[in-house]
Structure formats: structure tokens, C-alpha cells
């Protein structure tokens, strides 16, 4: 075989190989830091439960937020549509 | 990633190839055909030299997320379409008039070396490229 063809051949492979193998590596470190930037978003958004209210509206319940019911959501024993106590008399 | 590189093997390694295989078949019928005379023709090296510089032109449009692997990828695909082209060049010409040292295995296992190093910086580059 020509040695300087085989020579250039196995720099340009080698070149391919440290290519692909820094690729790999920054791909994978992106992937980590995105998913951890995913868990992070999930741990500090509030948690949202929706619940049935007695009348058989969906009414949302805000849990471990500093928003409270009066601010965002119906509570869940006042009937959503005149916002009274369901079983109060009036 | 797996789309692009099925998508560059398709229509660069595979269709790519359909000359070298045509000629091949066609050698094949004739009854002194010989693998190591039909691969010192070099022609693979075109191919492969076709091959490496389509991939150079995706890493040279490809956005710049991985900045490093793509240069390290293009310089790699310069380097193997040179050397295709210089030693296609040293095998249509030089090895014609130093026909005492021009041997036909050597030749063809030398193209095949080359073509083969073409085809995997060309995947490398596709697979790195955006």
C-alpha cells in the first residue's frame, strides 16, 4: 500500500473518531443539564388538584402555594355558582 | 439523528454506489474478471470523494451547537477526500506509466481502505451535523 496514502487515511479516521466521540460527550452533558432543568421547573411549579365539588362542578384546589383559595379557586364546600356555604341556611 | 443517517445512506452510500456496482456487474459477466483490477481502477475513490464533500457541505450549513465536533468532523472529511483524490489521481496516471510497480492487490486493497474511511468520516459528519 501507498504509506502516505494509508497515513493521511488513518489520520482523517482518527479525526472521525475524536469527532464522534466529543459529540457523544457534549450531547450526553446536554441531555443531563436539560433534565435537570426539567426537574427543576416540576419541584418549584405548584401543585394543582382539581377536585368534584358536592354540586358536580370541577373546582381547582391549590396545594403547597402561597395563593390561597379566596385568590384563586372556589373552595370546595361553597357552591361555585352564587359562592355561598352549600348546606347554610340562608 | 437515525432519519438523517438512514437518509444519507440511502441516497449517498447506496445510490451513490449504483455506478461502481453497474460496472461491477458488467465486469462480472466477462470470464478474466478479476476484484483486485476492478477495484485498482479507483473508482470507488470517486465515489468516497462524492461522499465527503456532500457531508462537508451539511457540517458547513449545520447550526453551531457543537461547534468543535463539526469543525474536528470537516477537517477529518477534508483530510479523506484529499487523499482519495490525490491517490485516484496517482492510480489513473502514475500507476499507468510505472506499470513494474503498480500491483493490483496492493492498488485495490488501498481503495478499499479509502473508500471505506470515506463512507465512515461521511456518516460521522451526517450524524454530527443539525
Known amino acids: 500500500m501507498n504509506p502516505f496514502a494509508v497515513g493521511g487515511a488513518a ?43 358536592p354540586g358536580g362542578y370541577s373546582v381547582r384546589v391549590d396545594q403547597d402555594s402561597t395563593l390561597t383559595h379566596d385568590e384563586e379557586s372556589i373552595p370546595v364546600d361553597m357552591d361555585p355558582l352564587d359562592l355561598k356555604p352549600k348546606h347554610s341556611s340562608n | 439523528m437515525l432519519l438523517r443517517l438512514l437518509e444519507w445512506f440511502l441516497f449517498g452510500g447506496v445510490v451513490g454506489s449504483v455506478p461502481l456496482i453497474a460496472d461491477g456487474i458488467t465486469l462480472a459477466w466477462q470470464q478474466s474478471f478479476e476484484w483486485s483490477e476492478f477495484l485498482a481502477q479507483g473508482d470507488a475513490l470517486l465515489v468516497g470523494a462524492v461522499l465527503c ?47 513494474t510497480a503498480y500491483s493490483p492487490s496492493v492498488a485495490g486493497s488501498t481503495v478499499v481502505l479509502l473508500y471505506l474511511l470515506a463512507l465512515g468520516s461521511s456518516a460521522v459528519a451526517v450524524t454530527i451535523s443539525e
Open chain 1, 11 to 53: 489520520f482523517g479516521g482518527f479525526l472521525s473518531v475524536v469527532a464522534l466521540v466529543i459529540y457523544i460527550v457534549q450531547d450526553r452533558a446536554s441531555n443531563k443539564l436539560r433534565k435537570q432543568e426539567e426537574e427543576r421547573f416540576q419541584a418549584e411549579a405548584p401543585t394543582v388538584k382539581y377536585e368534584t365539588s
Open chain 2, 53 to 99: 464533500g456532500a457531508a462537508i457541505g451539511k457540517l458547513v450549513l449545520s447550526g453551531g451547537r457543537y461547534k468543535a465536533p463539526q469543525l474536528i468532523a470537516t477537517c477529518s472529511c477534508v483530510v479523506v477526500m484529499a487523499v482519495s483524490s490525490w491517490q485516484y489521481a496517482v492510480l489513473r496516471y502514475i500507476g499507468d506509466v510505472l506499470s
